[in-house]
């Protein structure tokens, strides 16, 4: 194989991720409008055959949205690529795919560069997880014996190494873009409903009767339906402690994904005698469906709207012919005093798995402005 890379112009980009299972929704061409604060540019790897070298031509075989941030003050960039590029990560001359990549977003002002293989080392299924959890030794998912561990992906982080590449802290800064390293996520492919509500856990199973007994129901939003889901996310900022995202990030989400793909992005509402008292956004690449972002009122919280509109969310992924709904992020604390401790548990109750990606990676192009980079974001 003789790759070279390029610009390419999004159709080519879309019509690529179109034409796999999935890839992240943080790598379609439509996330750069949502980062409308970043430059963006779409990257294409071809495979030339001899003759065919510098004609432009050759196979498209794979691609990587490439988020550029400017250093206040100068015509520098951090190059970031979220859960991406889209390429064979277990090819062999892993350095010829990303060797170029870096010549290139260097000859584009970058300083440093970013990214997030879509690379998953260890899974751990639920019950081995509540086995963590029950013993006192026992704080982090890392410290539980995982059931199912990728060795081609210790191979990746070796070359990654080896090129110079530098593994991110987990949960470091960067620009508040992180993205989650430990995921929470329920397969789809092969099993039934039945199977798949079975393995909830008895809780769990007992607040969607409850729901349903209560008589909540979810129903599908459309872009009307945003300040609604604006008014219940920042009553869930107020008492999760975090800084919530403007109305209008999510107007454009929704703008700009669903004009990429009508089944992009998705609102549910779970409605309590006509009143919403929560409702989530669903994201959809292929056969990969992500409950994104979620939020409920103070009240009413124990007619469970939660559980029945996950439940509903999961079904309707399931009907699309979905191979996994993932439910993103956890902490990887196992602590039932930590504070994220909430969310791993919830999750633990649909029966899924937790999934442990490689995390992000930096390569610094200008060590001494990825160093004061460092030293800026050590200090927000």
């Known amino acids: 194989m003789s ?7 999004r159709e080519q980009h879309l019509a690529y991720i179109q034409s796999l299972p999935s890839a992240s929704h943080c790598q379609v061409p439509a996330w750069a409008d949502v980062k409308s604060e970043w430059r963006s540019e ?7 055959q001899p003759g065919q070298l510098s004609k432009g031509g050759g196979r498209l075989v794979g691609v990587g949205l490439v988020l550029y941030r400017q250093l206040p003050k100068l015509k ?3 190059a970031y690529m979220p859960e991406g590029p889209v390429i064979n990560w277990y090819a062999p001359n892993l350095d010829e795919w990303l060797q170029p990549m870096l010549r290139h977003l260097k000859q584009n002002g970058a300083f440093s560069v970013k990214m997030g293989p879509p690379v998953i080392i260890r899974r751990w299924e639920a019950n081995t997880i509540k086995a963590g959890i029950a013993d006192p030794d026992i704080k982090r998912l890392r410290d539980v014996e995982a059931d199912f561990i990728e060795p081609r992906a210790f191979e990746v982080a070796e070359r990654l190494r080896r090129m110079g590449w530098q593994q991110g802290e987990d949960g470091g800064a960067g620009f508040g873009d992180v993205q989650p390293r430990y995921v929470y996520q329920v397969p789809l492919e092969n099993r039934s409903l039945d ?3 079975k393995n909830f856990n008895q809780l769990w199973r007992r607040n969607i009767k409850k729901a349903e007994k209560a008589g909540v129901q979810v129903i599908q939003g459309g872009y009307d339906d945003l300040p609604t889901w604006q008014q219940l996310y920042e009553i869930t ?6 800084r919530p995202r403007p109305l209008a990030y999510f107007q454009r989400m929704w703008t700009k994904l669903n004009a990429e793909d009508a089944n992009r992005m998705r609102l549910y509402l779970a409605l309590h005698e006509g009143e919403a008292v ?5 994201l959809t690449v292929g056969r990969h469906v992500w409950y994104s972002y979620g939020a409920s009122a103070n009240h009413k919280r124990e007619v469970r709207p939660s559980n029945a509109m996950q439940w509903r969310m999961l079904r309707d992924a399931y009907a699309m012919g979905a191979s996994v709904y993932d439910l993103r992020g956890i902490s990887d604390s196992l602590d039932d005093t930590d504070h994220l401790f909430g969310l791993i548990q919830f999750k633990v109750g649909t029966g899924g798995q937790a999934a442990e990606y490689l995390g992000e990676w930096d390569f610094p192009l200008n060590k001494l402005l990825h160093k004061a980079l460092d030293i800026y974001m050590s200090r927000r």
Request: net charge negative; hydrophobic share 50%.
């Open 3 to 9: 790759l070279t890379l390029r610009t390419i112009t």
């Open 42 to 48: 779409s990257l294409g790897w071809f495979d030339e």
């Open 76 to 78: 520098r960039y951090l």
């Open 195 to 197: 199977d798949i509500l």
């Open 237 to 242: 900022a107020v008492r999760d402690q975090f």
């Open 278 to 282: 929560a409702a989530a956004t669903m």
